[in-house]
């Protein structure tokens, strides 16, 4: 059984740093494409970043810069480092996992001085 959870979470200042992990189970993690999603209050769930089994990453705009995803294969484990925080971070982010269309159950990040 797939299982994906995220950790990380909290609170953060403007301008401030966080960083997300999620803890994979029951995939094969390696050869698998990992993503973070993030859905703010009254908005749709969007795509932010992705990272390949061969170690690419790709973005989405809003966070080009800013955030960074990195895995770590022997601890079946993504991050997303999130610096310069603005408000409108603010959201529930969720991991997803290519295989199985698999999700994690998501964690708030609030951004607010």
């Known amino acids: 059984q797939v299982q994906l959870v995220e950790s990380g979470g909290g609170l953060v200042q403007p301008g401030g740093s966080l960083r997300l992990s999620c803890s994979a189970s029951g995939i094969f993690f390696s050869i698998n494409r990992m993503g973070w999603y993030r859905q703010a209050p009254g908005k749709e769930r969007e795509l932010i970043a992705t990272?390949?089994?061969?170690?690419?990453?790709n973005y989405v705009d809003s966070v080009k810069g800013r955030f960074t995803i990195s895995r770590d294969n022997a601890q079946n484990t993504v991050y997303l480092q999130m610096n310069s925080v603005k408000p409108e971070d603010t959201a529930v982010y969720y991991c997803?996992?290519?295989?199985?269309?698999?999700w994690g159950k998501g964690i708030l990040v609030t951004v607010s001085s």
């Open positions: 990272i390949s089994s061969q170690f690419f990453t």
């Open positions: 997803h996992a290519a295989q199985g269309n698999s």
